[in-house]
């Protein structure tokens, strides 16, 4: 499948992205930039991990109102798959394509680890390829991923099954000790309604070679592109 | 008292943020937009029997920790409640 | 003689004292008046000023850098250009080096550290290679001096604020806690860029006519005298007074330039590039030129600056952050500009090379300074300055060396040395740098070396950062050799061979004949070190004055060391993975508690450093190098701080799950020094039992010692008088340093 990877002033993971796509699942993939407003044919829209414009006013802010964005919103509504990483993640929340905020994390700290990642609904074009309950191992690398959204959104997110994945121990439990920024409700990932576009803090794309981080990260991409045929 | 802190990259100092902000603004149009920085502002109740005497103790708030001398400005305002 | 340049209106008066407040000698001033044929104007004097500090010219080191090994099969460029280069196979070539930021970064922490990795950034990039790592060494003062904690969480936070923003794993690193440096701090950063060997650019100007073009963020007061004045006199009192405008690192900008820098390289319309690092402007544009022989005229009225009304004194001594210089071939400036537009930066042309040897600036239509290059690239003072050891030969700055007063049974010793913030997990402060990006980290912080393969290629790298202050403040020769001989031993063990080496080397003050001595036995500790590996120096720098009203820091010579895979799958890990694996411990001496972790912590009589053979130190590094080709160990551990049981724990704190390990009584002599000693080259192997023999073979002659085997209950169990629990080993080993300074969960 056809795979478009925007690269934004300041994205960083965004040959990562890449690289991950053709290099370790031999997908067809190619670079966006942010000033087209093309996607160039992609079935699937990333937005990549770094620090869009230094991050400077908050994160995702100025990024949103990239000419490829109106085409991003466009394709979107359309019904297209868009996947959010970190920093996408928090683009696709200023550009109200995802419901919620990542703010600071809680030890106010950058924080760059392995967490282990339950996987809540398993019936999304992003996650089919997982179990239900499946645990993800995979690297997470950012100094404001926690998630939060008003009490009632946060219901919401939980009856419509839109929290795909949470933080978890290694027994699968959603403690606090398990919680890398504080997330509300453990929450790492979460789906818009329609179940096409989906962010998330952890980086799958550093996950898909086993010399390098495991390969827990290939079932997001293996999930998407069995979804998109 | 109710005190009101304005902390600002000082003058003359590179301010990347404000620099990034001024860029986007006028992407979107904003043009007549110039020299923008950003800083924080920051509330704070403090005990103190007299608006000088709180004065006092703001100013030092402000040195010790809510600004960087190094690279940052100042202001305050006291005002009792 | 061209015409001398007027004195602007309002500027001070030049003269002796005007010199000496800008650091220069009678003699020094003499000289320059002599060059020039009169008296330099205040612009001029501020150009000689900052070209002749110590930080640009090395008058003081010059003379003792030139006797390193620079030579190799495999070196592409060394010192002279930004950075060294070495060939590491199917047409990649690697490009590092490493440099001080100590004293930015002890008055303003944060930025301090920020912008000296986006310095060192700039080295590599300039020369065509794509930064893909960085490390940094961190020397603190006491744990709990009052001011350590602020200065810690300001350049912890500034190298991951900038490292992360900016794009470049941070990989390994290095950090010690010591009251030599309670008064200055040392920050060191390393960083390493890949390139085709094609692309590998250069900072000598050519071509008469062509354009000089300005790239980057817009000139302001930034750190006017800053590197290279604050680097190049001792802290005072009065230092903070002295405080120029403090240099704000934009990561923002320095990735738009990597990318812009790197895209315009390929576009073959550079003739020469180098970033303004220190003395900005001036040394940037006068180096390129005295490289090409060239002269070089500047027009300061089209600088960018960022407020109204420098002076072109001012203009050209800016430190501002994140500015390269660029001599275009003729012709294709707008193609250029096209690139960087691309990138949302602006490349104005400033000026042009000229053949008549000249630098040139003018300002408002007006000559304002007109110096030989020569002058000042290649004239600068070169000093032998006297070095004579202290008398006695130690004074208090050595380690605390007394006589053991209370010693604790093993079992005591070893948790208190795994938390101890020497010796305890580093994590608290590597899990705030991104280790990953650019994927190509297979191995990160936290082992030996950093391992990171090469994409599209079989090959690989192995980093490491190392240096050794308290047995270098016992001999500053034999410490040099020590720390080299470690960094060489950590790459060897994650089964790279050491090619090529940087170094930072940090001392007091070089007017002092006892400073210039420890500095001159570093040298000659490094040199003997690196002549008997064959890992040449192509890079570094000096840095000195770190001290503070008469005292200085303890000499510290930091080395990184390069390793190169053909193989990268063949990196070996520094933890036990196999139960039933046998344990091997492989040595080139016996060790000694003298400069131990185990001496500052408990005390110790001993003082003597163990000496070392080259010989058999080579030994060991190609002996780890074959058992990594032959594929005959599952892990190396080098001994480190707090001697074998301290690296046997290490070795069982396996991220997966925790080994065990059990060792034999009476496998390793039951004394303090012989558990807990340092000093001599010890590394800790696993293996399957069957390459027992082929091992003994590989390392003969040195000493190898069957001493035990990995358990899968993971306890620690060392002869009669030690049996642990990993897991409460790995948790005092984890939580002390967050314990002792952290505010993070």
């Known amino acids: ?229 | 008292m109710r005190a009101k802190v304005y902390v600002t990259p000082r003058k003359g100092i590179l301010d990347p943020q404000g620099r990034a902000v001024e860029g986007a603004l006028k992407s979107l149009g904003f043009g007549a937009v110039g020299n923008v920085r950003v800083g924080r502002f920051i509330t704070l109740e403090i005990d103190a029997p007299s608006r000088a005497e709180a004065e006092i103790a703001v100013r030092q708030i402000c040195e010790r920790l809510l600004a960087n001398p190094n690279i940052e400005d100042f202001t305050f305002e006291v005002a009792a409640e | 003689m061209s015409q001398a340049p007027a004195a602007l209106p309002g500027e001070p008066r030049v003269d002796l004292a005007a010199a000496r407040s800008h650091g220069l000698t009678a003699a020094e001033f003499a000289a320059i008046e002599r060059l020039m044929g009169r008296t330099p104007t205040f612009t001029e004097l501020g150009v000689f000023s900052v070209m002749w500090s110590e930080h640009c010219s090395y008058k003081s080191s010059r003379k003792h850098l030139q006797t390193l090994p620079r030579e190799g099969p495999n070196v592409i460029g060394g010192p002279g250009e930004n950075a060294g280069a070495i060939d590491v196979g199917d047409g990649w070539v690697a490009v590092f080096k490493i440099e001080s930021h100590n004293h930015p970064s002890y008055v303003e922490p944060y930025q301090g550290a920020a912008t000296g990795v986006g310095g060192i950034l700039r080295d590599i990039f300039t020369m065509g290679a794509r930064p893909i790592a960085s490390m940094d060494s961190l020397k603190f003062g006491a744990i709990d001096h009052p001011r350590t904690r602020y200065l810690v969480n300001g350049v912890v936070g500034g190298i991951g604020g900038y490292g992360n923003c900016v794009g470049v794993p941070t990989v390994a690193g290095e950090l010690m806690f010591d009251p030599g440096y309670n008064g200055n701090i040392l920050v060191n950063a390393f960083a390493l860029g890949l390139a085709r060997r094609e692309d590998l650019q250069s900072a000598r100007a050519r071509g008469v006519g062509n354009p000089v073009l300005y790239v980057g963020s817009a000139t302001g007061r930034d750190g006017i005298h800053g590197a290279s004045l604050l680097a190049s006199a001792e802290f005072d009192a009065g230092s903070e007074a002295k405080r120029p405008t403090v240099q704000v690192g934009d990561p923002f900008t320095e990735k738009l330039l990597i990318e812009a820098c790197l895209e315009a390289i390929k576009t073959g319309a550079i003739a020469a590039i180098q970033d303004m690092g220190a003395a900005g402007l001036t040394s940037s544009s006068s180096e390129m030129a005295g490289r090409g022989g060239l002269g070089v005229e500047l027009d300061l009225d089209r600088v960018p600056l960022r407020e109204a009304n420098l002076s072109p004194y001012e203009i050209l001594l800016s430190e501002s952050q994140e500015r390269m210089l660029i001599v275009a071939e003729h012709g294709r400036e707008a193609e250029l500009a096209a690139v960087f537009e691309r990138w949302d930066l602006h490349a104005v042309v400033i000026g042009r090379i000229t053949g008549d040897g000249r630098w040139r600036a003018r300002f408002k239509g007006q000559v304002v300074a007109d110096i030989p290059v020569a002058a000042i690239s290649d004239d600068a003072p070169l000093y032998d300055r006297p070095a004579a050891p202290p008398a006695p030969l130690r004074d208090s700055s050595s380690p605390r060396l007394t006589t053991a007063i209370s010693r604790p049974d093993p079992a005591a010793a070893l948790r208190a040395l795994l938390a101890s913030p020497n010796v305890a997990s580093r994590r608290w402060v590597f899990r705030q740098y991104d280790s990953l990006v650019l994927s190509n980290t297979v191995a990160g912080p936290g082992g030996d070396a950093a391992v990171l393969r090469i994409k599209g290629s079989r090959r690989g790298l192995a980093l490491k950062v190392d240096s050794n202050p308290r047995a270098c403040a016992i001999d500053p020769y034999l410490g040099a050799v020590a720390t080299v001989c470690e960094a060489a031993r950590n790459v060897a063990c994650a089964g790279a061979r050491p090619a090529a080496i940087t170094n930072c080397l940090n001392y007091g003050n070089p007017e002092r004949p006892e400073i210039m001595w420890q500095f001159v036995r570093g040298v000659a500790g490094l040199r003997a070190a690196a002549r008997a590996f064959a890992t040449p120096v192509i890079s570094g720098n000096v840095s000195f004055y770190n001290e503070t009203e008469g005292r200085a820091i303890p000499p510290t010579p930091t080395i990184a060391i390069v390793g190169t895979f053909a193989d990268v799958s063949l990196n070996v890990k520094h933890y036990f993975s196999f139960p039933g694996d046998a344990i091997v411990l492989v040595r080139t001496a016996a060790p000694s508690l003298a400069a131990s972790e185990y001496a500052d912590l408990f005390g110790a009589a001993d003082d003597a450093l163990t000496p070392i053979d080259l010989g058999r130190e080579r030994r060991l590094l190609d002996g780890l190098v074959e058992c990594a080709q032959r594929r005959l160990i599952r892990s190396a551990h080098d001994v480190s701080e707090g001697g074998i049981a301290v690296a046997l724990a290490e070795a069982c704190f396996n991220p997966a799950a925790p080994a065990g390990a059990e060792i034999v009584p009476d496998a390793i002599d039951a004394s303090v020094a012989a558990w807990f000693g340092e000093g001599a080259s010890s590394v800790i192997l696993s293996l399957p039992a069957e390459n027992l023999k082929a091992i003994h073979e590989i390392f003969a002659p040195l000493e190898v010692r069957s001493i035990g085997r990995v358990t899968a209950a993971p306890r620690l169990k060392i002869g009669r008088q030690i049996d642990e629990e990993v897991a409460a080993l790995m948790r005092l080993y984890e939580d002390a340093l967050p314990g002792r300074l952290g505010r993070h969960d």
């Open chain 1, 1 to 229: 499948m056809k795979w478009g990877v925007v690269r934004f002033p300041g994205s960083l993971d965004d040959g990562d992205a890449l690289w991950a796509l053709r290099d370790a699942l031999g997908q067809e993939a190619a670079s966006l930039w942010h000033k087209d407003e093309t996607l160039g044919g992609a079935e699937c829209v990333v937005l990549p991990g770094g620090f869009s414009y230094g991050d400077y006013l908050r994160c995702g802010a100025i990024a949103r109102f990239s000419p490829i964005m109106k085409s991003v919103a466009r394709f979107a509504a359309d019904g297209g798959l868009v996947l959010g990483i970190c920093n996408g993640f928090q683009i696709l929340c200023e550009a109200h394509l995802l419901p919620g905020a990542l703010t600071r994390n809680r030890s106010l700290a950058f924080v760059c680890d392995f967490v282990n990642l339950r996987v809540e609904n398993a019936a999304t074009p992003f996650t089919r390829a997982a179990r239900p309950g499946e645990l993800l191992r995979l690297p997470i690398k950012h100094g404001e991923g926690r998630y939060v959204a008003p009490e009632d959104e946060l219901r919401q997110l939980e009856e419509r099954g839109q929290i795909l994945l949470r933080y978890v121990d290694e027994s699968g439990a959603a403690t606090d000790a398990a919680n890398p920024n504080g997330a509300m409700r453990s929450i790492a990932g979460v789906a818009n309604e329609r179940f096409n576009v989906f962010g998330l803090m952890p980086h799958p794309e550093h996950a898909v070679e086993a010399a390098l981080g495991g390969v827990a990260g290939r079932k997001i991409f293996e999930s998407i592109a069995g979804a998109a045929r």
